[in-house]
């Protein structure tokens, strides 16, 4: 069972990226999907999340209006489009899957990817 991050890097302020998160070893039909992110120094939380169908996505504050959460079930992957991005972006993004619920609480996610850096800098 794994899940692999692809995607991070470093962009300018109001550069856009698209992050990919691709899963092996189980499918991700029933599973709840999320963004977690990693800043310096600081908690992991919550950035977007979708429903295991795809009918519903929701988000972080600070990131709502900018981030786009989407699931293709039938390549088991998800993807995070980040556009506008801010230094306040900067952190190391995880991919994580929670069967049959959605939530924004990490400590209900089942699986977890390593993590892909997102750097965002004049």
């Known amino acids: 069972v794994q899940l692999v991050e692809s995607g991070g890097g470093s962009v300018q302020p109001g550069g856009s990226l698209r992050l990919s998160c691709v899963a092996s070893?189980?499918?991700?039909?029933?599973?709840?999907m999320a963004w977690f992110r990693q800043a310096p120094g600081k908690e992991r939380s919550f950035a977007a999340g979708?429903?295991?169908?795809?009918?519903?996505?929701y988000y972080a504050d600070s990131v709502q209006g900018r981030f786009t959460i989407s699931r293709d079930n039938a390549k088991n992957t998800v993807h995070l489009q980040m556009n506008s991005l801010k230094p306040e972006d900067t952190a190391v993004y995880y991919c994580?899957?929670?069967?049959?619920?959605?939530?924004?609480?990490?400590?209900?996610?089942?699986?977890w990817g390593q993590g892909t850096q997102v750097s965002v800098s004049s």
């Open positions: 070893g189980f499918f991700l039909d029933n599973y709840g």
């Open positions: 994580a899957a929670a069967k049959g619920i959605a939530t924004r609480r990490a400590d209900m996610y089942d699986y």
């Open positions: 979708v429903t295991w169908s795809g009918g519903t996505t």
